[in-house]
């Protein structure tokens, strides 16, 4: 059976790495968060004091992107692959709103984003890769065989990511959710570099009103078909 490359993009708490991980188990694939790495960079200039308040030290962080080093370690329990920060396992760290709150603005720094992109297009060269984030279909791979552009409404998805902090424990609130969802939404859309933008020949699916289930059945028989066209 050919391998294909799936690239699934879209607006933040779309689902896109549940539906991501399902695929990629289903099929034999590896699955990628490239959100993920924008998170750990994000952790690292925190934890260097690069970050403080509203202000961000953007040339500092490019000067030391070299001694930032992202690796990816398999979970056999959890069935797909962890991201390490400095050889930290840093998945819980990366999750929290803190990151959240300043992750846009770190990705949208060019040099940050050339150094991610060539990581992730080395990851997918073999094919056999799910990869989710906001420009794979567009940037990282724009020849990928089946491409997604995932959204829902704004509300909803907070709510969901509102539900999933919730459940680790975190102390927030819905608003602050919310506000930190459409912020980013509007920092992802608007920034120079590969903005969040539907490619062409992408397939929007707007999961506002499926359940997970009905949404990754809807994905997998896209996945399916898109790879019997080419047998
Ligand atoms: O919160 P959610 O899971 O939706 O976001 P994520 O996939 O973890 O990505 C976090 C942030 O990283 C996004 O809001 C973008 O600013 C940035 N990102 C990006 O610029 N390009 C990507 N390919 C992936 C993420």
Redesign the pocket.
């Known amino acids: 059976m050919p391998k294909i490359t799936i690239a699934i ?6 689902g ?2 549940t539906v991501a991980k399902q695929l990629a188990s289903n099929l034999g694939y590896v699955y990628v ?7 750990a960079v ?1 952790l690292y200039a925190l934890n260097k004091g690069l970050i403080e308040e509203d202000d961000f030290n953007k040339e500092a962080l490019i000067y030391q992107l070299e001694q930032i080093h992202l690796s990816f370690v398999f979970n056999e329990e959890l069935g797909y692959a962890e991201i390490q920060l400095n050889r930290q396992n840093v998945e819980k760290e ?2 929290t709103l803190r990151v ?1 709150s300043f ?2 603005q ?3 720094v060019p040099e940050v ?1 050339k150094k ?2 060539a990581i ?1 297009k080395k990851l997918g060269e073999h094919k056999g890769v799910v ?6 279909g567009t ?2 791979f724009p020849n990928a065989e089946l491409k997604l552009f995932m959204t829902a409404s704004a509300e909803k ?1 907070a709510e969901r ?1 509102y539900k999933e902090l919730k459940e680790r424990g975190d102390d927030i609130t819905f608003e602050a959710v919310l506000k930190n ?1 459409t912020e ?2 509007h ?2 859309t608007t ?1 120079k570099d ?1 903005p ?1 933008i539907k490619a062409k020949d992408a397939i929007e699916i707007d999961n506002s009103n499926l359940s997970l289930e009905e949404q990754y059945q809807k994905i997998l028989q896209l996945a399916k078909m898109t790879i019997e066209g080419l047998e």
């Open positions: 993009d879209g607006f933040s708490s779309t896109k790495s968060d490239s959100g993920a790495m924008y998170r994000t990366i999750r959240s992750v846009s770190v990705a949208a984003r991610l992109v992730q990869m989710d984030g906001r420009d794979i940037v990282v998805r990511r969802v980013r939404d920092i992802d920034r590969s969040l």
